[in-house]
């Protein structure tokens, strides 16, 4: 090939790499002729190929040894930098300390032109911060970089150790400015911070000096992703690595976007197994406890005893796999020789096999498969163990709207008040005559066999269209108090279906949520599987209790859709079919699509409404970096609490004030109607051209939505303390404090945490 050029980078992946290796021995195995045997050994990404190559071709290789391999593609890699934090954090003291403040204090300084020239001069930045016409978040990432450099060098390959490193960083004692020690750590003689002069470096297709970095960086976005970003919290690096600039740089050099990327990523799993579905035999996997690349190693669950797994304590990079302990024992550990001694037998076995090994191993899991035993014929218990309330029969009636907490909720990506159904029409869509109240006794846990706690169930049920023998319907409920509106409206879809083919009709409230609650404060039965459970029991019940012989169907929206399709897929035997509406199946931790996907709708509507959105937000990313700037957002969204010119703003808090205005958009995007009249309603200022500023136009979209008096909350810890603030009135003790569909912000909060992520970020690059 003639350069590296992006046509010609298509043949640079890990699996042509492999196959190399595979030609390469058959070549060498023609020129020896006989039977040889070889073993393939590698280290970080070379491990990945070492281990991949056996197993691809065990008909050539016997075994590998695979060092730090990193078999886990993945995108956002923020274990690397945890990782690092560790390290450090494990030393302590003041090396720790300084090490926070540092880069705490290096993030103050970018909020004004003064604190950015104090860098300039520090850390000799070249060209100067403020020659910058544009500063942005992906130069501001860049100089970062050069600050994080100097540790995970040191994480990573113990060279100097973290106690060295620790030692001369904090030389100058605890008095000393911990930005100037990290400049003491930082010896470059100037520090360039331009993201585009990176780009710059990178784009030369020759092959002229060392072009490692960018044919790395292009497999990076082809193959694996491992963007290591500071993604992960309180932290001692804090928000100041984010994956955005990884992503940037493969859509600006190469063309690959993020949506690309993630297929790359999922592509390259699906073809090796990842980490956890390895099916390879006769490999030592060895990671050190030290190494950041160890996040993504394989630690555990070996597939086959010939798949040994080993930790070297306290171990860098690839240290097992460098200096021989037999050769130089005063520079091992005694870890360290058990690891290299281990290997060397385990290589010996694969050469004179004692026992038998096949090639590969046949992975079974529980993917898809419910975790517990249920008997589809078992007869349920009607003796409760607690008081349940009597079947009632209710007249429908028309429902109102709560307009309490109306905004966008940025945990759990919904308007607080779409929690409750909307209004019904008129009286003459209400069925009234059938419709039951009821309650079932369910167990707390269910994968307890010793479990005798229980709790009520609410449900509701119409039984005008259906009869014992017909199909039943089941809409489940999901993340907030459910209301007879479901079951008692002939307008609703589902309702006319029932109709139309005779079905009864249920509604199950989700556990913990409404009046379903267990009567404890421990969320620690709030699972998506332990409602599944529920679900099962309850059609049971209801084949016993009310002799109904008839197929069910369930029905849900949004977690309850996928709820329905994981209720299909755990009990077929109790469920015929589903219909999930909106059912997001795939958990996810960073779910950059969602805010993706908002983006698109605005450009699809109207490019006009796209780019004054585009240039709104970027003036306020702008003007937050001057306390003049600050100062004007605060008056202008009426911040609260407000900001001067003299505060120092918290990273977390200024990303508060951006996801409430990403909120009037978002909220709009999820429930637009089909004729898409809220989003033309919420382009409309955008578009008027009365607004000349465009931040004028985007305070108008916020008092259309929320009133005259909008304000904008800009504390983190407002709505931490908000949400931290229900963890004593889970239980349902006090509903004077927070009523049910308030403490449903708690509760799918821990749903989101605990189960599923679903967290909407801007982690797609440019928009």
């Given at each position: 090939l003639r350069d590296t050029s992006i046509d010609n980078l298509k043949f640079?992946?890990?699996?042509?790499?492999?196959?190399?290796?595979?030609?390469?021995?058959?070549?060498?195995?023609?020129?020896?002729?006989?039977?040889?045997?070889?073993?393939?050994?590698?280290?970080?990404?070379?491990?990945?190929?070492?281990?991949?190559?056996?197993?691809?071709?065990?008909?050539?290789?016997?075994?590998?040894?695979?060092?730090?391999?990193?078999?886990?593609?993945?995108?956002?890699?923020?274990?690397?930098?945890?990782?690092?934090?560790?390290?450090?954090?494990?030393?302590?003291?003041?090396?720790?300390?300084?090490?926070?403040?540092?880069?705490?204090?290096?993030?103050?300084?970018?909020?004004?032109?003064?604190?950015?020239?104090?860098?300039?001069?520090?850390?000799?930045?070249y060209p100067p911060l403020s020659h910058f016409d544009d500063l942005s978040t992906y130069d501001i990432d860049t100089f970062f970089a050069y600050l994080v450099a100097?540790?995970?060098?040191?994480?990573?390959?113990?060279?100097?150790?973290?106690?060295?490193?620790?030692?001369?960083?904090?030389?100058?004692?605890?008095?000393?400015?911990?930005?100037?020690?990290?400049?003491?750590?930082?010896?470059?003689?100037?520090?360039?911070?331009?993201?585009?002069?990176?780009?710059?470096?990178?784009?030369?297709?020759?092959?002229?000096?060392?072009?490692?970095?960018?044919?790395?960086?292009?497999?990076?976005?082809?193959?694996?992703?491992?963007?290591?970003?500071?993604?992960?919290?309180?932290?001692?690096?804090?928000?100041?690595?984010?994956?955005?600039?990884?992503?940037?740089?493969?859509?600006?050099?190469?063309?690959?976007?993020?949506?690309?990327?993630?297929?790359?990523?999922?592509?390259?799993?699906?073809?090796?197994?990842?980490?956890?579905?390895?099916?390879?035999?006769?490999?030592?996997?060895?990671?050190?406890?030290?190494?950041?690349?160890?996040?993504?190693?394989?630690?555990?669950?070996?597939?086959?005893?010939?798949?040994?797994?080993?930790?070297?304590?306290?171990g860098s990079h690839t240290s097992d796999i460098g200096i021989s302990c037999d050769a130089l024992p005063f520079f091992c550990t005694e870890n360290m020789k058990y690891v290299q001694k281990l290997t060397l037998e385990n290589m010996q076995r694969w050469i004179d096999p004692v026992f038998p090994v096949p090639d590969r191993v046949d992975i079974t899991d529980n993917v898809g498969k419910r975790p517990q035993f249920f008997d589809p014929n078992v007869v349920p218990?009607?003796?409760?163990?607690?008081?349940?309330?009597?079947?009632?029969?209710?007249?429908?009636?028309?429902?109102?709207?709560?307009?309490?907490?109306?905004?966008?909720?940025?945990?759990?990506?919904?308007?607080?008040?779409?929690?409750?159904?909307?209004?019904?029409?008129?009286?003459?869509?209400?069925?009234?005559?059938?419709?039951?109240?009821?309650?079932?006794?369910?167990?707390?846990?269910?994968?307890?066999?010793?479990?005798?706690?229980?709790?009520?169930?609410?449900?509701?049920?119409?039984?005008?269209?259906?009869?014992?023998?017909?199909?039943?319907?089941?809409?489940?409920?999901?993340?907030g108090p459910e209301d007879v509106y479901w079951v008692q409206t002939e307008t609703l879809d589902w309702i006319k279906n029932a109709k139309s083919v005779g079905a009864n009709v249920f509604l199950l409230e989700h556990r913990y949520y409404g009046e379903s609650k267990l009567g404890t404060n421990d969320l620690q039965y709030l699972t998506s599987a332990q409602m599944l459970y529920d679900v099962a029991t309850f059609i049971r019940t209801q084949q016993v209790k009310q002799k109904l012989t008839g197929p069910w169907i369930t029905f849900g929206g949004s977690y309850p859709g996928a709820l329905a399709a994981w209720s299909r897929e755990w009990f077929p035997e109790l469920i015929l079919g589903a219909v999930g509406s909106s059912g997001p199946v795939l958990a996810k931790n960073d779910f950059y699509e969602y805010l993706e996907g908002v983006e698109d709708v605005i450009k699809r509507h109207s490019q006009k409404c796209y780019d004054r959105t585009n240039e709104a937000f970027a003036k306020l990313r702008t003007l937050s970096m001057e306390p003049e700037g600050r100062e004007l957002i605060s008056d202008k969204f009426s911040l609260s609490p407000a900001w001067s010119q003299d505060d120092v703003i918290d990273s977390l808090d200024l990303n508060e004030v951006f996801m409430e205005l990403f909120g009037l958009y978002m909220g709009t995007v999820q429930y637009n109607s089909l004729n898409w009249s809220k989003v033309a309603n919420l382009c409309a200022p955008m578009e008027d051209d009365k607004y000349e500023d465009v931040l004028d136009a985007l305070r108008e979209v916020q008092i259309a939505q929320e009133g005259e008096n909008a304000t904008t909350i800009s504390s983190f810890k407002h709505d931490i303390d908000y949400l931290i603030s229900m963890k004593e009135y889970i239980d349902g003790h006090d509903s004077t404090q927070f009523?049910?569909?308030?403490?449903?912000?708690?509760?799918?909060?821990?749903?989101?945490?605990?189960?599923?992520?679903?967290?909407?970020?801007?982690?797609?690059?440019?928009?």
């Open positions: 640079l992946s890990s699996r042509q790499a492999i196959e190399d290796i595979a030609e390469f021995i058959r070549q060498k195995n023609e020129e020896k002729e006989g039977d040889q045997k070889w073993i393939v050994f590698g280290g970080s990404y070379a491990g990945n190929l070492a281990a991949w190559s056996r197993l691809k071709h065990p008909e050539l290789i016997i075994g590998a040894v695979s060092s730090s391999a990193p078999l886990l593609a993945q995108l956002d890699f923020y274990g690397y930098l945890q990782t690092v934090d560790e390290d450090f954090n494990k030393h302590g003291g003041l090396c720790y300390q300084q090490l926070v403040e540092g880069f705490e204090e290096a993030r103050i300084q970018f909020q004004s032109a003064e604190g950015r020239d104090n860098l300039t001069k520090l850390f000799k930045i100097p540790f995970t060098h040191t994480a990573q390959y113990n060279s100097p150790s973290v106690d060295d490193l620790c030692q001369t960083f904090t030389t100058h004692g605890p008095d000393y400015d911990p930005l100037k020690a990290l400049r003491y750590v930082n010896p470059e003689l100037t520090v360039n911070a331009n993201f585009s002069h990176s780009v710059d470096e990178l784009s030369g297709i020759e092959f002229n000096g060392d072009i490692s970095q960018r044919l790395w960086t292009y497999q990076t976005c082809a193959e694996f992703g491992f963007f290591r970003s500071s993604n992960r919290g309180t932290n001692a690096f804090g928000q100041t690595q984010s994956s955005n600039t990884f992503i940037e740089y493969c859509i600006q050099l190469f063309g690959i976007n993020v949506d690309q990327i993630e297929k790359n990523v999922e592509s390259t799993n699906a073809y090796y197994g990842q980490r956890d579905y390895y099916a390879g035999t006769n490999v030592v996997f060895s990671h050190g406890t030290q190494d950041p690349w160890a996040f993504l190693t394989k630690k555990d669950d070996s597939k086959h005893w010939s798949v040994v797994i080993i930790e070297v304590e306290g218990s009607f003796s409760p163990k607690i008081k349940i309330p009597e079947a009632v029969k209710i007249r429908g009636e028309l429902l109102k709207v709560s307009d309490r907490y109306g905004k966008i909720s940025k945990f759990t990506g919904k308007g607080r008040k779409v929690l409750l159904p909307p209004p019904i029409p008129s009286e003459d869509d209400v069925v009234s005559e059938s419709i039951i109240q009821d309650w079932i006794e369910q167990t707390w846990d269910h994968f307890n066999m010793t479990e005798d706690r229980t709790f009520k169930q609410k449900f509701w049920f119409n039984n005008k269209f259906g009869s014992t023998e017909g199909p039943n319907f089941l809409m489940i409920g999901g993340e009523d049910d569909d308030e403490l449903s912000d708690i509760l799918w909060t821990w749903q989101t945490c605990n189960e599923f992520g679903y967290y909407q970020t801007t982690d797609y690059g440019e928009g």
